[in-house]
């Protein structure tokens, strides 16, 4: 009886392409966060300004993030199918698959609605805050839809192609994402308790 991993080609330079890449992205945006926020060397390269600094780091995120998905793709391509998938419930497999991206896809694009440009990118590592937590779908949902989301469109892809590998690699997005959480939510949580702190300090000041 055949193994999940008897359907994974290890020897595919691709797929290793396509895990770099996945654990790459969230690495680089968060050490590039850190760096802005501690010394602003974003905000230096667009003289001075926070916002084009912003708005910098997100164009270079979501670059990141075409050329992740490029190299996903690539990898699912270059990867041999599963009969269970492809063969023996290619209808359920498909209706997965489509339920997954439409989840998926509707937690993202959901999210950088609420958020904005800026509140999707790391703004308030630029000092952009957001004026109160956005509480409201699909937040209401779940605290990090973005990744989630994405988690969920990677799965969907992956039966939609039938290939385990990208079920081997969206397990691979699930723990950089988890891993890269642990870093930002008490990082970004701090921000805006200093936030809060200076505000009311200035409170007691003016009365």
Same mark, same amino acid.
């Given at each position: %009886? !055949?193994? +999940? +991993?008897? *359907?994974?080609?290890?020897?595919?330079?691709?797929?290793?392409?396509?895990?770099?890449? #996945?654990? @790459?992205?969230?690495?680089?945006?968060? #050490?590039?966060?850190?760096?802005?926020?501690?010394?602003?060397?974003?905000?230096?390269?667009?003289?001075?300004?926070?916002?084009?600094?912003?708005?910098?780091?997100?164009?270079?995120?979501?670059?990141?993030?075409?050329?992740?998905?490029?190299? *996903?793709?690539?990898?699912?391509?270059?990867?041999?199918?599963?009969?269970?998938?492809?063969?023996?419930?290619?209808?359920?497999?498909?209706?997965?698959? #489509?339920?997954?991206?439409?989840?998926?896809?509707?937690?993202?694009?959901?999210? %950088?609605?609420?958020?904005?440009?800026?509140?999707?990118?790391?703004?308030?590592? +630029?000092?952009?805050? %957001?004026?109160?937590?956005?509480? &409201?779908?699909?937040?209401?949902?779940?605290?990090?839809? %973005?990744?989630?989301? !994405?988690?969920?469109?990677?799965?969907?892809?992956?039966?939609?192609?039938? /290939?385990?590998?990208?079920?081997?690699?969206?397990?691979?997005? *699930?723990?950089?994402? /988890?891993?890269?959480?642990?870093?930002?939510?008490? @990082?970004?949580? &701090?921000?805006?308790?200093? /936030?809060?702190?200076?505000?009311?300090?200035?409170?007691?000041?003016?009365?």
């Amino acid at each position: %009886m !055949s193994s +999940f +991993f008897d *359907y994974i080609d290890f020897s595919q330079r691709s797929l290793y392409l396509s895990a770099a890449s #996945i654990i @790459f992205n969230p690495t680089f945006w968060n #050490i590039a966060a850190r760096q802005e926020y501690h010394h602003k060397v974003i905000t230096r390269l667009f003289g001075g300004n926070s916002l084009y600094g912003c708005y910098g780091l997100a164009a270079t995120i979501f670059s990141l993030g075409i050329l992740r998905d490029f190299l *996903y793709t690539t990898a699912l391509e270059n990867q041999p199918t599963s009969p269970l998938l492809t063969k023996q419930y290619p209808q359920l497999t498909s209706i997965a698959a #489509i339920a997954l991206l439409g989840a998926g896809n509707t937690l993202v694009l959901s999210s %950088m609605w609420a958020l904005g440009v800026t509140g999707t990118y790391l703004g308030d590592y +630029f000092g952009i805050l %957001m004026d109160e937590i956005v509480t &409201g779908f699909p937040f209401n949902v779940t605290g990090s839809p %973005m990744y989630w989301g !994405s988690c969920l469109s990677f799965l969907g892809t992956a039966l939609w192609y039938g /290939r385990p590998a990208g079920i081997a690699l969206t397990g691979l997005v *699930y723990v950089a994402y /988890r891993v890269a959480l642990e870093f930002e939510d008490p @990082f970004t949580a &701090g921000i805006y308790a200093e /936030r809060d702190a200076k505000e009311k300090k200035k409170g007691k000041k003016a009365q």
